[in-house]
């Protein structure tokens, strides 16, 4: 077991674990700490949900769009970074940790978000998995508190023993996240799986334009996904 967890302790390209900045950062996050590992990982779960804020209108076809340290050093990202920098820091507590996919039916995304991807299907949604106490354990730190009050969902927490995913309802008890398919867990992020399935869901005349656009603004967004209205 011990050489089958290995792959998820070790930094990648992506996941850069050994990073200074991630490693600072996840030293920072989990001091007062005990030394155990649920603890530590419930501290690095929420200095990832509340501190790094959720954005979809990011880059997303390329490694260093989802780095790690790069998503540390924006302040942004959407599920999957924010995914893999709760999996660098985990790795770099000594958690074994990986992230994993899901797609999802967003019944309460922003109109404009709903307009920007043609669907309301948010494929390879990104979670992050702890192996804590002998088994996987899930945690989605996608949405920061301040858009959990707008969207009027119960921030999502995370207690290290029992997997953390979003809720079905939100407080008004309409419908909120619908899971629809598994696309697995890994080591790594599998960069060009996520752009494939993205270009499969909403076409690649679509996803083009999302690329050209962030060439020409050299990774820039005009969005503001903070200011856009619920659906």
């Not at 929420?46 to 790094?52: L, N, S």
């Not at 954005?55 to 998503?71: I, K, Q, T, W």
């Amino acid at each position: 077991m011990i050489q089958q967890l290995e792959q998820y302790l070790s930094p990648t390209a992506i996941i850069d674990s050994d990073h200074p900045a991630v490693r600072e950062y996840a030293a920072a996050s989990v001091k007062g700490a005990a030394d155990n590992p649920v603890e530590r990982a419930v501290k690095l779960y929420y200095a990832v949900r509340d501190a790094i804020w959720y954005d979809p209108y990011l880059p997303f076809y390329r490694p260093e769009d989802y780095r790690a340290s790069n998503v540390l050093r924006r302040g942004r990202a959407f599920c999957i970074g924010k995914a893999t920098l709760l999996c660098a820091l985990g790795r770099a507590c000594g958690i074994p940790s990986r992230v994993g996919f899901a797609d999802v039916r967003n019944h309460l995304a922003t109109r404009q978000l709903l307009e920007f991807l043609g669907s309301d299907v948010f494929a390879y949604h990104g979670f992050t998995e702890f192996y804590l106490n002998g088994k996987w354990c899930k945690a989605t730190p996608a949405f920061n508190i301040q858009l959990c009050k707008k969207h009027k969902v119960i921030p999502l927490e995370f207690d290290g023993c029992r997997d953390s995913i979003f809720h079905p309802f939100n407080i008004e008890k309409k419908q909120f996240m619908e899971y629809i398919a598994d696309r697995g867990t890994y080591a790594d992020v599998p960069v060009g799986k996520i752009v494939a399935a993205w270009t499969e869901a909403y076409g690649e005349d679509r996803v083009n334009r999302w690329i050209a656009g962030y060439e020409a603004s050299k990774g820039a967004s005009e969005r503001d996904f903070d200011a856009e209205d619920v659906a």
